[in-house]
């Protein structure tokens, strides 16, 4: 392949070089042209042949400059041809370039993960019901909330109104007979950040006497009936306010223990606290 261009690339500079050295002489071809046509001198008879043997001339000499013009303009037409149409094929038959070992060897990229598709609202349903936002102990490990000893009854429960940072735990009783003597005791279990926030009954508060105390892990409030005061027959509630840490609290290891005398018979009843959600309020 090489040799071949080499004798196409010493060819082409030839006929470059022939084109560019060829001048026609002019002046010559005038002086043939006019000999022939004058003819042999002091002839005195018509000539007839001559004029067409230097007719023949002039166009033979016409036919040579053509020809040398012609075999010019042809070898430099087919260098400029040749030079240009190994370029022309070298951009036609360029081959396409091969990809790396690296492109071809690296595994294609995994699609992307599906996203689940989102559950129906018949399925959320039946996942179960949302956490309680105060969650309580299982209903085997809870003490009763309600409790009754003769003309007297009493249940325990979560104020529904209790927050996240704040609750209020409600005794309430009822009693079928005037009270003598009364005590109420409730203890909150320490389940974190437990502090008092105050208390309240619905009897006057001048009657009774209340101490607030933490003993044992417990914040215990106590309310004792004074001397020489009753509890007349009727419903009444006793409540314990207090601060607790953030988030729902669960009052399974809270309790309350009330004792009281009805004329002269000795009253006991106590238990644990419901759920917010299951509170009443005692009936």
């Known amino acids: 392949m090489t040799m071949r261009r080499d004798v196409h690339e010493e060819l ?6 022939a084109a560019g050295t060829h001048e026609p002489d002019r002046e010559r071809m005038l002086a043939r042209i006019e000999r022939g046509m004058a003819g042999p001198a002091g002839s005195g008879h018509r000539a007839t042949r001559p004029p067409v043997v230097g007719w023949m001339r002039v166009a033979g000499a016409t036919a040579a ?5 012609a075999v010019g303009g042809y070898a430099v037409a087919s260098a400029v041809k040749e030079e240009t149409a190994p370029r022309r094929q070298e951009v036609a038959t360029s081959p396409t370039p091969a990809p790396s070992p690296e492109a071809t060897s690296r595994a294609p990229a995994p699609p992307p993960p599906e996203e689940p598709a989102p559950s129906s609202p018949s399925e959320r349903h039946e996942s179960g019901p949302p956490p309680s936002r105060t969650p309580g102990a299982p209903a085997t490990e809870r003490a009763p909330a309600t409790a ?13 109104h209790s927050n996240d ?19 109420v005791r409730l203890k909150v279990a320490q389940t974190g950040g437990i502090s008092d926030a105050g208390a309240w009954r619905s009897l006057p508060e001048e009657d009774f ?6 003993r044992d892990g417990f914040l215990v409030y106590t309310w004792t009936l004074k001397k020489g005061r009753t509890v007349p027959a009727g ?11 953030r988030g729902g609290r669960d009052a399974g290891e809270d309790a309350y223990a009330v004792t009281a005398t009805a004329g002269s018979r000795q009253l006991s009843v106590g238990g644990g606290f419901a759920a917010v959600a299951d509170g009443d309020g005692g009936s």
């Open 12 to 17: 082409r500079t030839r006929l470059h070089e």
């Open 65 to 69: 400059v053509a020809g040398v013009l």
């Open 148 to 160: 009754e000893d003769g003309p007297l009854w009493s249940d325990g429960s979560v104020d529904p």
């Open 165 to 183: 940072f704040w609750a209020q735990s409600n005794i309430t009783l009822k009693t079928g007979e005037q009270l003598t003597a009364l005590s």
């Open 209 to 214: 006497v209340l101490t607030v105390a933490e």
């Open 235 to 245: 419903e009444w509630v006793f409540a314990g306010q207090y601060g607790h840490a």
